[in-house]
Structure formats: C-alpha cells, structure tokens
C-alpha cells in the first residue's frame, strides 16, 4: 500500500517535470518570437534592414497622352485595390497578385522625356514596401493602430502619386528607352537576387525619336526592328527572368486604334522574350 502511494506521488512528479519542460520550451519559443520580431528594423522604405524586400515590383507609368475619364477611373480604383492585395470579385482579371504582396518593394517609375535626357540615372518617383494588413496583426506583440496608420500612409503615397501622373500629358512616349534606363538603374539593380516582376499602365505605342511605331518605315513589325536596330542597345536590353503584366490603355483616335492590334502585342512578347523577361497576360482598362 506504501509503495503504491509513493509511485503516485512519483508519477505524479515526473508528469508535472514534463509539463514545467514543456512550458519552459513553450516561453522560450514566445520570447525568440517575441525578440525576432522587434529586433528587424526597417530601412527607410519599411524594407527589412536585415533580408530586404521579398521581392521587387516595378511599375511603370505611361503619361504621354491624356487618358479618358473611365480610364482613370479604372486605373485609380484598380491600384487601390491592387496595392492593398486585392482584385475586386466583379472584375476578376487576371492580375498577378503576388506582386504586391507582404515585403515587396513597389518602385513607380514614369516615361518622362525630360528625366531621360538627363545624364543620371532614372529614379522611382515613390518607392515602399507593402506593409503588413493590420487585420492580420498579433494582438500580443502588434500594434494594429500603427499597422494601420503604415498601410494607408503607403496606399495613400503611391495614389497621390498616380493622380498627379494622370493630370498631365507629355506627348512622346519613351517606352523602349525607359525599358532601358530602368534596367542599368541602381534602384532597379538594387535588388538584383530577389524575383522580379514588372507592371506596365500603358497604351504600349512607342513613339521617341529613335523609334516610332506611328512611322511607316519602323512601325510595330518586331522584324523590321530586330533589323533596324540590331547594333544597338535596343535589342540588348537584358530582364533576367523578370514577369512582365501590361494594364492596356486603347485609345480613341482611328491611327492609334489601327496600330492597336496583335501585330503590337507580338512586337512587346518578342521584345521581353529577347530579354530573358516572361511576359504575363495583359488586362484591358476600361474605357
């Protein structure tokens, strides 16, 4: 009887030991949690400082010609929707989502004539990483208000960016030549390890004074390009498996519309196929 009572009592030792072991593990593994998460600060893009971004997003904006009022409608209500990690479910195009997902660096670069005539090189007009949503927020080691606050301070920065683009119009549109200058940025170059992925708001009709596709000698023959410009960087242009999307403006006039065709889609696949980038599906914008 006295050696039973006395294996209970030692059973009952050992059980509470494990759970004491068990616990010590179990706060162990909080607190590195705990200590992991405050000790990653970000750099001056909300960025981590100790891994950099996930990922990098380039978006690049075509201002050379003034877009209709559904058009900027579209485009202003689909980045609001885009940079928060969402496609609207009445839309439901094919966006790649994962562009802007947690920890990705967004640039938004601009074809601006004036800045490519410059001897530096092109800069992002805005550039953040995408903050975490503060729904998802840790209640024990967050602060949902401040997760908060750095979401809409980030959506608010790239909106008010892309407004001011959409209330002018430049004329020339430099695709080819921004395709360039982006690709030997630092900021672009920054990142070289991580994936990559392109998006494009553009009505993809190139028009500089080195190449038009409005000019009956060049046009949007990939051909007559390879050939035209096969000695310089043009066809040079290297995207290291980078993923390409166009957010496609069509315009209204009946020369644009005529060059709008798939002779123009083919000329951009054979271009980004011919600098190791993976062009993706393109999505229409209203209007």
């Known amino acids: ?25 179990a706060i ?21 400082i100790k891994n950099g971004p996930n990922a990098v997003t380039t978006i690049i904006f075509d201002k050379s010609e003034t877009y209709t009022n559904d ?5 202003k209500s689909s980045f609001n929707s885009w940079l928060s990690g969402n496609e609207p479910a009445t839309k439901d195009r094919p966006i790649n989502l994962e ?16 800045s490519l005539n410059l001897a530096e090189g092109l800069a992002p007009v805005a550039q953040l990483c995408v903050p975490k949503d503060f729904k998802d927020a840790n209640i024990y080691f967050e602060n949902p208000s401040f997760l908060e606050r750095r979401q809409n301070q980030f959506i608010s920065k790239f909106n008010n960016a892309i407004d001011s683009l959409l209330e002018e119009a430049e004329g020339k549109s430099p695709i080819l030549e921004t395709l360039i200058r982006i690709s030997n940025s630092e900021s672009f170059q920054m990142y070289s390890d991580k994936p990559r992925n392109m998006l494009i708001v553009s009505d993809m009709l190139q028009n500089s004074d080195k190449y038009s596709h409005y000019r009956t000698n060049q046009g949007p023959s990939w051909e007559v390009f390879e050939e035209k410009m096969s000695d310089t960087v043009y066809v040079n242009v290297r995207f290291n498996k980078l993923k390409v999307q166009v957010f496609y403006a069509t315009r209204q006039s009946e020369r644009d519309r005529k060059l709008q065709q798939r002779p123009l889609v083919e000329f951009w696949k054979n271009f980004f196929k011919n600098s190791n980038a993976e062009m993706g599906e393109w999505i229409r914008m209203d209007g």
Not at 2 to 22: A, E, F, H, Y
């Open 71 to 75: 058009q900027v409608t579209d485009i």
């Open 99 to 114: 562009q802007f997902a947690v920890g990705n660096l967004i640039q938004l670069f601009v074809t601006d004539q004036d």
């Open 1 to 25: 009887m006295i050696q039973s009572v006395r294996r209970r009592r030692k059973k009952r030792k050992d059980l509470l030991g494990i759970i004491g072991i068990i616990s010590i593990f």
């Open 28 to 48: 162990g593994g909080v607190s590195f949690y705990f200590l992991n998460s405050i000790n990653d600060p970000l750099d001056n893009y909300g960025c981590s």
